[in-house]
Each structure stands twice: as C-alpha cells, then as structure tokens.
C-alpha cells in the first residue's frame, strides 16, 4: 500500500481491494481496507465506496456466468471479513439507543444488512446485528427482551415481500418502529410503501431516518385490498402441483430434459418454483414490473448458461394456461411471455 494510493482515496484503491476478491486474498484485501482508514478516510466511506460496490460487481460476475458459486462465496467471505477489520479498527462506543438488524426468514444475503449494521455503529447506535434468515418468532421474542429504538429488516429479493409484511407487522405488534431496505423492495421503495414501511435507499438514508423520531413513526397507509380476490393465496397452495406440472409439460415439449443430471434437474425445479415464487409476490403487491422485471433476469442468468430464452417462455406459457381462471396472475404471465419474446427478438442476429 502505497501513499498515493491511500491518499487518493476508495476509488482509487477499487480495482486493487476487487483483484485481491477475485485472488481470494484476504490478507491483501484487509490491508487495503486499513490502509484506507490510516491516511484518514472515514470507515463510514471506505465501507459504502469500496467494499459496497465491490461486492455488487462480485454478483454481476456471478450473474454473468464468469464467477463461479465458489468463487462468489469465497469473496463474499473476504468482503465480510473487511468489514469486521474496519469495525475493529475504528472501534466506536455507543452513546445512542438500540437498533436491531435483521435478514428476514429465508434471506441469507447478509452482507448488505451487516454494511448498516457497521454505519448505524459508527454514528452511535448499540447496533444488535442478527445476521441472516431470522424466523419472525424469534426476532419478536428478541424485541421483548431488549428494549429496542428500531428495527432494520432487510430484503433483497422481491419474491420475499410477503413474509416481509408478516414480519413487519409482527415487529409493530411489538411497539417497535420498522425501518426496510434492500433491492428486495423496488429501487424506489414502490413496494415498501405498498405494504405500509418506512423505507431507507441505503445506509446514510437510514442513519437519518432512526436518527428522526417523527419521520420514523410517519408510517405510510397499507394497500393491499387486491389480496381479496384470493389469487395469491390460492397460487400459493397450489405451488407443488404446478411445479410438478411444468416439469412434465417441459419433459413432453423438450426431449433433452430427459437426459438431464441430477443437478441440473435440481436446478430447473428450482427455476420453475422461483416463476411462481415472484409470480406470487407480484399478485401480493398488485404489480406487474416484478414479475417482468424476474423474467427479464431469469432469461439473461440462463442464457449465460447456454438455456435459450424460449425455454422460460414455455414455461410462462403453461402456468399461464394452469392458471387461466386467475385473471391478475395470467394478465401478469402474458406480460413476462411478451418480455421474453422482445428479449428472444433482440438476440436474433
């Protein structure tokens, strides 16, 4: 680490901390994060303008087929073992009240949460940070125990919102303020305020809003009376069977699915299953753009695997058929069938 580049700052220092990720050097990759910190740039910066963006550009190389599972874990890794170097090292002690910090239930992208975690500790929280995939239960027992100023819950995949809304009413049965983040909610909070949350874009956002009793408390109207037509409840109960349906449908209409792996069998199934996951969490929210937007990345991940696009789209175009009765969700899987088919066009030389 030299003095130029300390003295120039996270930028600079980027393609260097983002190299020791794809080296998997954790060593080379802390000695970075300190060496910040030593020529005097704020923890709070190097947290949100080094470590931040680097870990979105280790899930874009994953996205892109360039990355391995592997390799994305083992930099995720290295990424939270910075962050436990930087809080070490700048050590704050607390003078303000207690904020919670949780993934919800089946959330396990826990880097992000833990980032706040680390921001709302150095501007003078007693930070409580419950990592990942904590079941609602125990996350209200916990709040009856600790008197608690907020709680943070992150989400980062849309598919969750509607666990996410039992949990925010289970905290506030609690009689504790709810602050929510993460892609999970829509990049502008569409679908935070959609289900009654306060909703915070990032980590100083959400500095701001615990930190501001009034706008914490200032609590936007719920609207979900489409959820009276039972579209989603019903997709939900019947999720194995038009998992199990879609499966033969593909079997029938696609030969090579015969000779699939078991992993790669495991993997479709897991692919039909997330259709209807985001499928559902659409209907929860009343909004189309999710699902879309699910399939618009759901083709580019498999495309980049060598699964052509049309694939999704006989899929779409069965649950659609399934589920003809259901006017919501086929109004939903038309839209995601025509998004596949623009996709499919935009490819063709």
């Not at 930099?75 to 303000?96: D, L, M, W």
């Not at 907020?150 to 925010?168: G, N």
Request: proline share 6%.
């Amino acid at each position: 680490m030299t003095a130029t580049t300390t003295e120039v700052g996270p930028a600079y220092a980027y393609s260097g901390y983002l190299r020791s990720l794809e080296e998997a050097d954790e060593c080379a990759a802390v000695e970075v994060a300190l060496g910040l910190l030593e020529a005097g740039v704020p923890a709070e910066r190097v947290l949100l303008d080094l470590v931040a963006p680097a870990q979105a550009e280790v899930g874009e190389r994953w996205a892109r087929n360039e990355w391995s599972v592997a390799q994305e874990h083992a930099a995720t890794h290295i990424s939270e073992r910075v962050v436990a170097a930087i809080a070490g090292h700048a050590n704050p002690r607390p003078t303000r009240g207690r904020i919670v910090v949780a993934c919800l239930d089946g959330e396990w992208h826990a880097l992000p949460p833990r980032l706040v975690a680390e921001v709302l500790r150095l501007r003078g929280w007693q930070v409580t940070f419950l990592g990942a995939s904590v079941p609602a239960a125990h996350l209200v027992s916990y709040l009856h125990r600790y008197d608690a100023h907020a709680v943070l819950l992150a989400c980062a995949l849309p598919m969750r919102l509607p666990q996410a809304h039992r949990m925010i009413e289970a905290c506030r049965r609690s009689d504790v303020p709810v602050v929510v983040g993460g892609r999970g909610f829509g990049e502008d909070g569409r679908w935070a305020r959609r289900l009654g949350a306060v909703w915070a874009p990032d980590a100083p956002a959400a500095g701001d809003l615990v930190a501001d009793e009034r706008a914490l408390r200032r609590v936007p109207p719920t609207d979900l009376d489409h959820l009276a037509d039972d579209e989603y409840a019903s997709l939900v109960k019947r999720r194995g069977d038009l998992i199990d349906s879609a499966l033969a449908d593909l079997r029938e209409r696609v030969p090579a699915v015969h000779d699939y792996t078991p992993a790669q069998l495991d993997s479709t199934v897991s692919d039909l299953g997330y259709i209807l996951d985001f499928l559902a969490a659409a209907l929860y929210v009343d909004d189309a753009t999710l699902f879309t937007d699910f399939v618009e990345w759901l083709v580019a991940i498999l495309t980049n695997r060598g699964v052509p696009a049309a694939a999704v789209g006989l899929t779409l175009g069965h649950y659609a058929q399934v589920l003809r009765d259901f006017p919501r969700a086929a109004r939903f899987l038309d839209a995601g069938r025509a998004r596949v088919n623009g996709l499919a066009g935009r490819s063709r030389p």
